[in-house]
């Protein structure tokens, strides 16, 4: 049975990404968990694949949203050493991650 879902929570992390399902009274009703991409070294610059991941949070969300009765609010955690900059146009990255 579906939860009155307020929110679904994603932490963008290095070794995993994890979301939460929250719900109306701010309770994780579950959690999941999926390995974060790859990352790599090159030249002392530490990089990962920018649409690896996006299809790994794409994954842990339809999952989440088949949890729920509405369309929660999203709340996001990440490295903030992290940087990633989109294409407006194409949405697809135009560096790495």
Known sequence: MAVAVNMIVLDLGTSAIKAAV???SYQIENSISAPAPKITIHDGRYTSDA????ATVEQLLKSCLQQSRARPALGLCYQRSSLLIWDRSTGLPTTPL
């Open 51 to 54: 649409m690896a991941y996006l």
């Open 22 to 24: 929250c719900s109306d």
